[in-house]
């Protein structure tokens, strides 16, 4: 059966430009894949002979030779590659045309060489600080067990004097193939390990890893209102890369100590302050801390009770990263006398005889509600 002209089975012009030969391939060669046509013997049949004709046609000398000569071009004896469509070349050329016409068809696409110099990991670092650091703000010196660059190789892993050599199994690539019909299967060099690089004489300090152990001293500056957990990133200051990588970065997270008198609520502090009776009965003023280590006045009014609280505006946390800041919130606590002395005694029984419905209104209007839902039991 005699062979159809190239230029038809691709569906162009003598004239075509190689950009639009090259189009019309991509697109035959999707639509006639073995793959995408559930192994029907037609499409395999005119998958080859549309890359038997793309073959002929994309490089410039052999699209010259057809045009002259026709098919005859190559023929065995007439100074072309005798079978150049099907013949030992036929998968390195698939190769190598995988990547660019099956990657997203096929939905993946093939991995790029690794790099010698990888990058180092990322470290983490636990700080605990206090609220009033945390309210403050400061600079705090850590020390933090790293790999760091071999000063003896600089880096590369190679014993001074000599250099790392390109691996000879994949020849620097970082990849090994290996031809499987149509198809050539890529892997990972095993000699290598993917970095394209080999090391003939290991530095003798970092046995050919490019870094050492190292404990470094680290400034960290923490900034002014920040929370439980807050994470601060220093970059480049993580581990070294492998042979000369670029290094990893740190990361600090914060966790705040409890405070002895405040608790925290984002950028608001709540303190709890127990009264005395009297006090909340008859009024006054009490002293309480604030987080910047000074103190300030709460005026308790008359009849206070306990669970009340008092705000004292742009007395809390200060917000990171804003000129804003929190509330303080006092909530006193009434407290009940304990260890009474005999006069004492005496005082809150003068008291309890002179009191009337009006003094507890709220226990007192309790009672009468109790007293009257057992009556209404009793009827």
């Known amino acids: 059966?005699?062979?159809?002209?190239?230029?038809?089975?691709?569906?162009?012009?003598?004239?075509?430009?190689?950009?639009?030969?090259?189009?019309?391939?991509?697109?035959?060669?999707?639509?006639?894949?073995?793959?995408?046509?559930?192994?029907?013997?037609?499409?395999?049949?005119?998958?080859?002979?549309?890359?038997?004709?793309?073959?002929?046609?994309?490089?410039?000398?052999?699209?010259?030779?057809?045009?002259?000569?026709?098919?005859?071009?190559?023929?065995?004896?007439?100074?072309?590659?005798?079978?150049?469509?099907?013949?030992?070349?036929?998968?390195?050329?698939?190769?190598?045309?995988?990547?660019d016409l099956f990657g997203e068809f096929m939905g993946q696409r093939r991995p790029r060489q690794r790099s010698a110099r990888e990058r180092g990991s990322d470290l983490r670092y636990n700080m605990e600080i206090t609220l009033s650091e945390a309210y403050q703000g400061k600079t705090a010196q850590i020390r933090v067990p790293t790999s760091v660059t071999c000063e003896s190789c600089s880096g590369s892993g190679a014993k001074a004097g000599t250099s790392p050599t390109s691996c000879r199994t994949c020849g620097g690539i970082g990849k090994v193939r290996a031809s499987q019909g149509f198809f050539t299967i890529e892997r990972t060099c095993p000699s290598c390990q993917g970095r394209g690089e080999t090391i003939e004489t290991p530095c003798p300090s970092c046995d050919g890893a490019g870094r050492v152990m190292r404990e470094r001293a680290l400034s960290v500056t923490i900034p002014i209102g920040v929370e439980d957990g807050t994470r601060i990133r220093l970059a480049g200051e993580g581990e070294a890369g492998l042979r000369g990588g670029p290094p990893g970065d740190l990361y600090i997270f914060l966790s705040i100590k409890p405070h002895e008198f405040f608790q925290r609520d984002g950028a608001d502090l709540f303190c709890r302050v127990p009264i005395a009776m009297t006090t909340a009965a008859l009024g006054g003023q009490i002293e309480v801390p604030t987080i910047d280590g000074g103190r300030t006045r709460v005026k308790i009014p008359e009849g206070s009770e306990s669970g009340k609280q008092f705000r004292l505006k742009a007395q809390g946390m200060p917000i990171l990263r804003s000129k804003q800041q929190g509330d303080l919130y006092i909530q006193v606590e009434v407290e009940t006398p304990k260890n009474l002395s005999r006069k004492q005694r005496e005082l809150l029984k003068a008291f309890e005889d002179a009191s009337n419905p009006n003094t507890s209104p709220d226990s007192t209007g309790f009672f009468a509600r109790v007293k009257e839902f057992f009556e209404g039991i009793g009827e």
Not at 10 to 25: M, P
Not at 33 to 47: I, K, L, Q, V
């Open 1 to 99: 059966m005699a062979k159809r002209c190239y230029y038809e089975v691709l569906g162009v012009s003598r004239g075509a430009r190689e950009s639009e030969i090259k189009s019309a391939f991509r697109n035959l060669a999707k639509e006639c894949h073995p793959d995408r046509c559930n192994g029907d013997p037609s499409a395999e049949t005119r998958f080859k002979e549309v890359n038997e004709a793309y073959e002929a046609l994309k490089d410039p000398q052999r699209r010259a030779a057809y045009d002259r000569f026709g098919h005859a071009a190559f023929d065995s004896g007439f100074g072309g590659a005798a079978g150049h469509g099907f013949g030992a070349d036929f998968s390195a050329s698939m190769s190598a045309m995988f990547d």
